[in-house]
């Protein structure tokens, strides 16, 4: 009984052991601090229990097979062909989960990418990836407001919270990957093409940010940190950021 008992006690803790109670409910995800996160977070917690519903399903399936039907001495088993049922089954039944999850992904990706009209209010920022670092201009105030990281010294990315925020995505080198994980969304930044998407962030604090695409010998080193502040502080600190270059 206790040998029986060692599989399921070792699964559920290394399922386990990488989350925090609050986590949990996310399946190991951040709480999502920006209006996009929202949504991520619900996309990838259903696409995990679907997942998880259709291991369970397929494993269930694979052991009932390997008991119930195991060969017994030379007997052979009943063999089964020409089964209209169960060929329609292992048809239909991929098409529906596929089309399921088809649709989810395109409704959830065409609501996060979309870009606000040119009347709306937005800061317009730059993110330039380089080799192994990352370059931050605040477009609406003017190129004197660029931030340029290294390796050594990560940059900081100041945002405000509760408004709109438009982030313009290129690389002088390689291909990079803007990633802040507590926004739950990450672009790729490619040479020769930009690519752009918006947020709001929602909670005043400090994240981390990296590169999430192997981009060389430094890539570990490509870090950067964001601050969400108040609408005014962000006034301050870009102020502050334009006299520090004057």
Not at 81 to 86: E, G, L, M, Q, S
Not at 132 to 140: A, D, G, I, L, M
Not at 202 to 229: D, I, Q
Request: proline content about 7%.
């Amino acid at each position: 009984m206790r040998k029986r008992l060692i599989f399921p006690v070792l699964a559920t803790a290394l399922l386990l052991s990488g989350c925090t109670a609050d986590q949990l409910p996310r399946f190991g995800a951040p709480e999502p601090v920006s209006d996009i996160g929202a949504r991520m977070a619900h996309f990838w917690t259903g696409g995990w229990i679907a997942a998880l519903v259709v291991g369970v399903m397929v494993w269930g399936l694979i052991i009932w097979a390997a008991i119930f039907h195991r060969r017994r001495g030379n007997e052979i088993p009943a063999q089964t062909k020409y089964n209209i049922p169960i060929e329609i089954l292992y048809t239909i039944v991929p098409f529906i989960i596929v089309a399921v999850f088809f649709y989810f992904t395109a409704r959830d990706q065409s609501q996060i990418t979309k870009i606000s009209p040119d009347s709306t209010k937005v800061h317009v920022i730059k993110v330039n990836g380089i080799r192994w670092s990352w370059q931050f201009t605040y477009e609406n105030l003017g190129p004197e407001t660029t931030v340029t990281g290294t390796p050594g010294q990560p940059p900081v990315l100041y945002l405000p919270a509760g408004e709109r925020v438009r982030f313009e995505l290129t690389s002088s080198d390689v291909n990079h990957s803007f990633w802040i994980p507590a926004f739950m969304m990450k672009m790729d930044n490619l040479a020769g093409v930009t690519n752009r998407f918006e947020v709001t962030p929602t909670k005043e604090g400090t994240y981390p940010g990296r590169c999430a695409e192997l981009c060389g010998r430094n890539h570990s080193l490509m870090l950067f940190t964001v601050k969400v502040v108040s609408p005014s502080e962000y006034q301050q600190q870009i102020s502050k950021l334009k006299g520090a270059m004057a």
